[in-house]
């Protein structure tokens, strides 16, 4: 199982940026899929999680600015990020959890930078 992130990069303070995490390999259904970050010299936290049923949970810090929504038919998670700020720098990570496991899978991150 492999998830590859894409849609990182450099964007100005008050744009916009959508990434999107697409997920391969043999795995026949995925509940949670989420996505994480870490800035430099910061724990990885969360930004946002959606179930298969779509129901979905934000940092508090980051409701009604970023959305999260998934294609379970691609298997793909996305992350539309809007008003970003300066501290919104970091690598972004999305992970999946396969329908009944105790497992997560990560992608490898992609890096989103605010300039101000």
């Known amino acids: 199982v492999q998830l590859q992130a894409s849609g990182g990069g450099l964007v100005q303070a008050g744009g916009s940026l959508r990434l999107s995490c697409a997920v391969s390999g043999t795995i026949f259904s995925i509940n949670v899929m989420g996505w994480y970050r870490q800035a430099p010299g910061k724990q990885r936290e969360l930004v946002a999680t959606?179930?298969?049923?779509?129901?979905?949970n934000y940092a508090d810090s980051l409701k009604g600015r970023f959305t999260i929504s998934r294609d379970n038919a691609k298997k793909t998670v996305y992350l539309q990020m809007n008003s970003l700020k300066p501290e919104d720098t970091a690598v972004y990570y999305c992970?999946?959890?396969?329908?009944?496991?105790?497992?997560?899978?990560w992608g490898q991150g992609t890096l989103v930078t605010v300039s101000s």
């Open positions: 959606i179930t298969s049923g779509s129901s979905t």
């Open positions: 992970n999946a959890n396969p329908r009944n496991t105790n497992r997560y899978y």
